[in-house]
């Protein structure tokens, strides 16, 4: 009967394999999968990996890299939908556009602090507003950086007992100690956008608890500086006999500017903010602006050493706006004392242009 309607069909062996080979791919493309696909995808993914993340970390410019995130990740990610989930890249594309999002939150805090320094109550309603809405996106991007990173190194952070991950290469510890970070971050980001993500304040704990995997001189203090600003935001979670969080802190700043990235200074800063403490801020500026001259930045972390010098910046452009109604002029970096008071009435207008 079948040689019948179509002649020759059991007659030919090569036919039969043609017919066949093409009945397989009319049947993988109808069920969405295709393994040109997936190959590029796990090309993709590998590139990304071995040579696009160490040429982004080594970039100075925090502003394209941050674009470079925004962009990307939709691509890269896409690909989880025909093979394994980029997560290791993932997590640091969600980082690096939450930076973007974070700089338009703050973009809005200092309107905000134009708009009460001028006493225009609208402008300033509205600011605050729009940088909540910033900060609740960044939130929900650091959230999902956080959990790429975990998902990338199959490490359980709601588990107590969880062994610590094993990472095979330094920007294997690089990325999950960044993703602890991107977890913290995403909690204060939500806080400040008043709860409009969600983030579940149990990644303090959680991310206090992992950040002890790592090796706390090496990561230039990030590590303890993470620890130290989860025991502010909740004293629960300090244990016994452990150091002052704001001397952990100081001292992980001095090991930040050993290693040649100041990320665990910025951390210091947002703490101070965070408590309402004008003197750890004043004093972390100052720090950090003298700084300059001694540090070595390192060339594999460059971008790490960019991004925590925007939050000094920010965190001093917040102070100066509030006390002069403008940013801080370049010459003026690393003061804000009581003798700026003076400084602004003999100030250079080539400084503040």
Not at 116 to 125: Q, Y
Request: contains cysteine; glycine residues 6%; hydrophobic residues 40%.
């Amino acid at each position: 009967m079948k040689a019948f309607v179509i002649p020759g069909l059991t007659r030919s062996g090569h036919t039969s394999r043609l017919l066949l080979t093409f009945g397989m791919i009319a049947l993988l493309a109808g069920c969405g999968y295709n393994p040109v696909y997936q190959t590029t995808g796990a090309v993709f993914a590998g590139y990304s990996e071995s040579e696009a993340t160490p040429y982004v970390l080594q970039m100075g410019d925090a502003d394209m890299a941050c674009d470079l995130g925004r962009s990307l990740d939709p691509l890269v990610y896409s690909f989880s939908r025909v093979t394994d989930r980029p997560d290791t890249t993932g997590s640091l594309l969600q980082l690096l556009a939450a930076n973007c999002s974070e700089q338009q939150a703050w973009e809005q805090e200092l309107r905000y602090e134009r708009a009460i320094f001028n006493d225009d109550v609208p402008e300033a309603k509205d600011a605050r507003t729009a940088a909540k809405r910033w900060h609740e996106l960044t939130a929900k991007r650091r959230l999902e950086a956080f959990n790429r990173a975990m998902r990338a190194y199959e490490y359980d952070p709601t588990d107590p007992e969880a062994e610590c991950p094993f990472l095979y290469a330094d920007q294997d510890e690089l990325t999950f100690l960044l993703g602890l970070l991107t977890g913290l971050q995403a909690i204060i980001n939500d806080t400040n956008s008043g709860g409009a993500a969600g983030v579940p304040k149990d990644i303090a704990p959680q991310a206090e608890r992992a950040a002890q995997c790592l090796d706390n001189e090496k990561w230039g203090g990030l590590p303890n500086a993470i620890r130290a600003n989860v025991w502010l935001l909740l004293p629960d979670t300090r244990p016994m006999m452990s150091p002052d969080p704001w001397r952990l802190l100081k001292n992980s700043s001095e090991l930040g500017v050993e290693a040649g990235f100041r990320a665990s200074m910025a951390l210091e800063a947002v703490a101070g903010e965070t408590a309402g403490r004008r003197d750890v801020i004043e004093d972390v500026i100052r720090r950090f602006d003298a700084a300059e001259s001694t540090i070595q930045v390192s060339e594999d972390y460059r971008l790490v050493d960019q991004v925590g010098r925007n939050v000094i910046t920010h965190v001093s452009d917040k102070l100066w706006t509030r006390e002069y109604g403008y940013r801080t002029p370049a010459a003026y970096f690393g003061q804000l004392s009581p003798e700026s008071s003076s400084d602004t009435e003999t100030m250079d207008l080539d400084d503040l242009l």
